[in-house]
């Protein structure tokens, strides 16, 4: 049985937003709102795995892999809609906009992987589909955010001086029956092969919709994992495309009989740590008898 925990998040704002600081034309209305999109989500699994041998003729032998989750949903929350304009004049300026989102402080559920594996020669092949079944209902304090803001006066210089607020808003949250919300499946390549005490991997990575920690946009990671000390396995890895563009990855696992810990941390931005623009951090734990 294997534990993990997963925060993710994918938001997206419209071009004018990054616009506005380099300055407005006059007689100009900036679209801020329309094309925005947040939705994030935190939770927990307990993992149980289970693989099957298949012999097949003219085939040395296709390996079948399903992982079963128990899902602890810890929160969610997403835009359902927003809108907002600012609209620049010859003389004085204007904004209003509005959001409507929905969230929820906890949840349950489950999500099925589904894979299959070949070897050949000194190489392991594989396909699998992450999150290939999912459901997850959160039903601990749904709500509902709606928010309206408006200038009450027409934005010049003169009114910003003589105001300590220009800039109104109107707010209401509402209790909402649980919903429903399903986990983005991903489709995963590998292949793997070993050199001595080193294991040497090549994975793809494609998601179907943009959503948190996932995209459309390809992915491709190479790594090797050197086992010369065996209860302390390093590792080593770079990225390429996805949401990270580039990346480097170092990492390690501890192997105490039947219990397992993996730690891993990722440079974003850069193949070389100190020239990364983030970090991240995983971290996991698993029985394993």
């Known amino acids: 049985m294997t534990f993990s925990g997963v925060v993710a998040s994918d938001v997206r704002l419209c071009k004018d937003y990054f616009d506005l ?16 999109h947040a939705e994030a989500w935190g939770y927990s699994t307990a993992t149980i795995s289970w693989a099957h041998v298949v012999k097949l003729p003219k085939i040395q032998k296709i390996i079948l892999g399903v992982n079963f989750h128990y899902i602890l949903g810890l929160g969610y929350g997403k835009v359902l809609r927003s809108w907002g304009t600012f609209y620049s004049g010859e003389y004085a300026d204007f904004t ?14 489950f999500a099925m992987d589904f ?22 209902t ?75 920690g996932v995209t459309t946009r390809p992915y491709l990671a190479v790594g090797s994992e050197f086992s010369y000390i065996g209860f302390l396995p390093l590792r080593l890895g770079l990225g390429f495309g996805g949401d990270h ?7 390690f696992g501890l192997k105490l009989g039947f219990f397992h810990f993996d730690y891993g941390i990722n440079f974003n931005g850069a193949l070389w740590p100190t020239h990364a623009k983030a970090l991240s951090m995983a971290v996991s734990s698993s029985l394993r008898f």
Do not use: C
């Open 96 to 109: 209003e906009g509005g959001i409507k989102a929905r969230m929820a402080q906890g949840g349950t559920g």
């Open 21 to 36: 600081p380099d300055g407005w034309e006059e007689n100009h209305r900036y679209d801020l709102g329309n094309n925005n």
């Open 115 to 136: 894979g299959v594996a070949r070897e050949y020669h000194n190489w392991t092949f594989s396909l699998a589909f992450s999150n290939l079944i999912s459901h997850i």
């Open 245 to 251: 563009k580039i990346l480097s990855a170092l990492g």
């Open 138 to 212: 959160w039903k601990r304090k749904p709500q509902e955010f709606e928010a309206y803001f408006y200038s009450t006066e027409v934005l010049t210089v003169y009114s910003i001086a003589e105001n300590d607020s220009i800039i109104e808003s109107d707010e209401s949250t509402k209790d909402i029956s649980s919903f429903s919300t399903k986990l983005p499946v991903e489709l995963r390549l590998g292949a793997a092969t070993t050199w001595k005490e080193i294991l040497i991997s090549l994975d793809y990575h494609q998601g179907f919709r943009e959503r948190p």
